[in-house]
């Protein structure tokens, strides 16, 4: 499939596609209802179970912290979705929906939010990169940097620690403190995110105990954050992806050439709530996961969007920099995967 750079289509910005998405961004009630119980419900039968085979088989308790590593994922996913207030009509049982769901996942929902919204707002811009994003340096910059942060961004962008360490310390250590954007929603945010987590620990101990505990939510936990920083990555680290400067960035253009359509097996697509629907998602967030991909289906101008495989997403593994001249993401030999 083509890129959105193509020199037949016409800018996305000269399209009417507000008037296209309109129809989609409307949630239904029912429908998002319903994810929230297909998905609450067998992730805490699955915890509940885990903890009956911790005394049998620790194996079989791993096995199971599959696909409830799945559902957190999906429990991710209803929060982001409340964050946009693209989940229910109400701006109340968004932030209560999202406040929760984001807590089942050790997030601090408003702070996430806002830092979310950044994201949005700046994603593919080079000039307004660093918050809400993976650490993306040019070509030119990586050059310029002394030998300590050229080391620092190796480091960062090696896989092992991407994608292995780097998830669960995001989401266990990194999101118990507040960055120095955040103002006072946000920092209330945190802090009330780490004193429910707090008591839930407390709760534990005197329950399960602290040990059961940790052995059925970090293999979970893990799991589920390492295949959410993957699902983030590669649908803004793929080869052809666009950066522009901040005279040149577009909103429009920037969500669809930006952000790929990651189209997974069925299943997969369940499990990650139509997320690989990305390029329509940063155009219209306000349109409810689970009817991203209908909109795509049907119109096809998003088709431009670059997209992407299980077998071709693993070529975004070997891309570390933007180069400006060549507009391409590429290793750190100056190599395409």
């Known amino acids: 499939m083509t890129a959105i750079a193509a020199e037949s289509s016409p800018p996305l910005s000269d399209t009417n596609w507000r008037a296209m998405v309109k129809r989609y961004c409307r949630p239904k009630v029912a429908s998002s209802v319903w994810q929230l119980v ?6 805490f039968a699955l915890l509940g179970l885990m903890y009956v085979c911790l005394g049998r088989s620790y194996l079989l308790t791993l096995l199971l912290a599959i696909p409830a590593a799945g559902f957190a994922i999906r429990l ?3 929060s982001h979705d409340c964050g946009h207030h693209s989940f229910f009509l109400s701006r109340r049982l968004n932030a209560l929906v999202g406040a929760v769901t984001a807590f089942l996942v050790l997030t601090p929902y408003t702070y996430w939010k806002n830092e979310h919204a950044r994201h949005h707002a700046s994603s593919g811009n080079l000039d307004r990169r660093g918050t809400g994003d993976i650490w993306t340096l040019t070509t030119a910059e990586y050059a310029a940097q002394p030998l300590p942060v050229r080391l620092a961004y190796r480091l960062y962008r090696n896989p092992v620690v991407l994608f292995v360490i780097g998830p669960l310390f995001l989401f266990a250590v990194n999101y118990r403190f507040w ?4 103002g006072k929603r946000e920092r209330l945010s945190v802090l009330l995110t780490n004193l429910a987590l707090t008591a839930m620990l407390v709760l534990c101990h005197y329950t ?3 040990k059961a505990f940790v052995m059925i939510q970090l293999p979970v936990l893990w799991l589920a954050a390492v295949l959410g920083v993957w699902l983030f990555y590669v649908q803004h680290q793929f080869e052809d992806v666009s950066w522009e400067r901040n005279d040149n960035w577009d909103f429009a253009t920037q969500a669809i050439a930006g952000s790929s359509y990651y189209r997974l097996p069925r299943l997969l697509q369940w499990f990650s709530a139509n997320i690989g629907f990305h390029h329509i998602h940063h155009l219209a967030p306000r ?7 209908r909109c795509h289906q049907e119109n096809p101008l998003f088709h431009r969007a670059r997209e992407l495989t299980l077998r071709t997403s693993l070529r975004s593994l070997a891309y570390r920099l933007w180069d400006e001249q060549t507009r391409r993401m590429t290793s750190f030999s100056g190599r395409a995967a």
Not at 38 to 43: F, G, H, L, M
Not at 179 to 182: G, I, L, P, T
Not at 287 to 292: D, K, Q, S, T
């Open 208 to 210: 399960i105990g602290l």
């Open 179 to 182: 960055s120095k954007w955040a």
């Open 76 to 78: 991710f996913i209803i």
């Open 38 to 43: 297909n998905t609450i419900v067998p992730y």
């Open 287 to 293: 349109i409810p996961n689970y009817r991203l991909a």
